[in-house]
């Protein structure tokens, strides 16, 4: 059982650049989200699934896009990235939407 | 919108003193979450507590929700230096959780 994966680790992108970062999770969770977490602040929510096929807006989504065609994957993808961006990215998943949420390893984004 | 308070930002303690971070929701809560991040490291589920006033024990962590939910601490007795990182509550309200800004602590041995 491997949890919540999270690809890549570290990234540097370039202004105006795109990226998709990867999160899959092997405990048939239903429910996925994606935040971001900036120096010394704690975690934003930027999208969230309940169930392949169904995605929707959290506190911060602009400038990001999500799918879920899968219960196991859950990609992020960034289009025209901008400084704001540089972030840690953490993917989470829960059995349902009020149980205990399990984290991924994060992704690290710098943005120049 | 929905805001969740946590303070302290930062506390230092000194190994064996006790330590507490609040949470504090502009509304009523459906429940709390509260994890533990090391540094460097990913939010660790710690605690779910859902009744009005319910108080939960883990060894040394004694984890309390308000009578109104819209509040709750975490209280940790005689600190050790396993315990610093950084805790944050989540407060849920629908399919939604909103994380506090975290209370980062430090323990000097």
């Known amino acids: 059982n491997a949890g919540v994966t999270q690809t890549p680790k570290f990234r540097i992108l370039k202004i105006g650049q795109s990226m998709t970062l990867q999160c899959t999770q092997d405990?048939?969770?239903?429910?996925m989200y994606w935040y971001r977490q900036d120096p010394g602040m704690g975690l934003k929510l930027i999208y969230y699934?309940?169930?392949?096929?169904?995605?929707d807006k959290g506190e911060v989504p602009n400038g990001y896009n999500v799918s879920r065609s899968t219960t196991e994957d859950f990609p992020l993808r960034l289009e025209l990235a901008a400084p704001s961006q540089t972030s840690v990215y953490f993917c989470?998943?829960?059995?349902?939407?009020?149980?205990?949420?399990?984290f991924g390893p994060g992704t690290r984004l710098t943005v120049t | 919108g929905q805001q969740v308070m946590q303070i302290p930002q930062y506390q230092h303690v000194q190994e064996g003193e006790d330590f507490t971070t609040y949470c504090n929701s502009s509304?009523?809560?459906?429940?709390i979450q509260w994890y533990k991040q090391r540094p460097g490291g990913h939010p660790v589920f710690l605690i779910q507590?859902?009744?009005?006033?319910e108080v939960k024990k883990q060894k040394r962590l004694t984890f309390q929700f308000g009578e109104a939910k819209k509040n709750s601490s975490l209280h940790i007795t005689a600190t050790q230096t396993t315990d610093v990182g950084t805790y944050f509550c989540?407060?849920?309200?629908?399919?939604?959780?909103?994380f506090g800004t975290g209370t980062s602590l430090t323990v000097i041995p």
């Open positions: 509304t009523t809560l459906s429940n």
């Open positions: 699934s309940v169930g392949a096929g169904i995605t």
């Open positions: 507590l859902v009744k009005s006033g």
């Open positions: 989470a998943s829960s059995y349902l939407g009020y149980y205990e949420q399990y």
């Open positions: 989540a407060g849920n309200t629908g399919n939604q959780f909103y």
């Open positions: 405990m048939n969770h239903n429910y």
